[in-house]
């Protein structure tokens, strides 16, 4: 995902959509091609990891876990060593919002909400996905925020086909959101995926004029990726420089999914409803 205020220092707020657009790649079919096996790794991981998790276990086992399928599958970890992160996953649990780093410390309890991210690059192009953990009994809040986040992401999703612009996907994602009672973090938003974890467009869930309102074209992949606090929006940073919780110790969920955008509709290339 893009750290916002990051986007904003690189980018004037006056940038115009023409400009946005010279940076966006368009897919070929043979690149689709290759993202489509991306994402299946991607969400196979995840997949996997959705069944195995149990209260007891550590993040740190977690991430193991996934570094040794992403290889045994012909991919590569693309967190590890990214920007210096030390995992194959982000293991975010409760106030903790984006970019928990996984550890042998960290013990996964009943009633945790734990988000797990994670990334792999297959012949050069990356897939990207991120699931909500609801371990053992969790809340009624809880378990209402994992629902409420989820409906977001496919909402949002629902809005991407060629003709759409960005603001299309924001509107429906934080009308949802906020129908329901709870607040879309906008600190980071989603992102153009392909050769390179982050590229253009960058995707938010948030009606905003910062960021150019891009209008989606086909070949398009992109992140939707919508990061929501049952309190409030604001968040901090902790002293590992990576790990990112909500600023009023709400909880908070993400989900994500790597998208195609296509002349009528779009395809999710990191599907796992499918299997």
Not at 45 to 66: H, K, N, R
Request: hydrophobic share 40%; charged share 20%; proline share 4%.
């Amino acid at each position: 995902m893009h750290l916002l205020s990051e986007l904003l220092s690189q980018s004037p707020q006056t940038s115009s959509v023409k400009k946005q657009h010279r940076g966006i790649e368009i897919k070929s079919q043979r690149e689709i091609a290759i993202m489509r096996q991306a994402g299946k790794i991607v969400a196979t991981v995840l997949q996997e990891i959705s069944e195995l998790v149990q209260p007891g276990m550590t993040t740190a086992f977690l991430d193991t876990y996934a570094e040794r399928r992403i290889h045994e599958m012909g991919a590569i970890p693309s967190l590890k060593g990214y920007r210096g992160f030390p995992g194959t996953l982000c293991t975010s649990i409760n106030n903790e919002a984006v970019h928990g780093i996984p550890s042998q410390e960290r013990v996964i309890q009943s009633g945790d909400v734990l988000k797990v991210d994670t990334c792999a690059c297959y012949q050069g192009f990356h897939g990207d996905s991120c699931i909500a953990i609801a371990v053992g009994e969790v809340s009624p809040e809880a378990a209402k925020l994992i629902r409420v986040t989820e409906e977001a992401l496919y909402l949002g999703i629902k809005q991407v086909k060629a003709g759409n612009y960005l603001m299309d996907i924001a509107g429906a994602v934080q009308d949802f959101v906020e129908a329901n009672g709870f607040s879309i973090i906008e600190d980071f938003t989603g992102h153009g995926v392909g050769r390179n974890i982050h590229e253009e467009p960058s995707v938010f869930f948030f009606r905003t004029r910062q960021i150019p309102n891009v209008k989606l074209r086909s070949g398009m992949t992109i992140t939707i990726e919508p990061i929501v606090s049952a309190g409030s929006k604001q968040v901090q940073l902790l002293a590992d420089g990576w790990t990112v919780v909500t600023a009023d110790n709400s909880l908070a969920a993400q989900l994500e999914h790597t998208v195609l955008v296509t002349p009528d509709d779009c395809e999710i290339l990191s599907d796992r409803t499918n299997w």
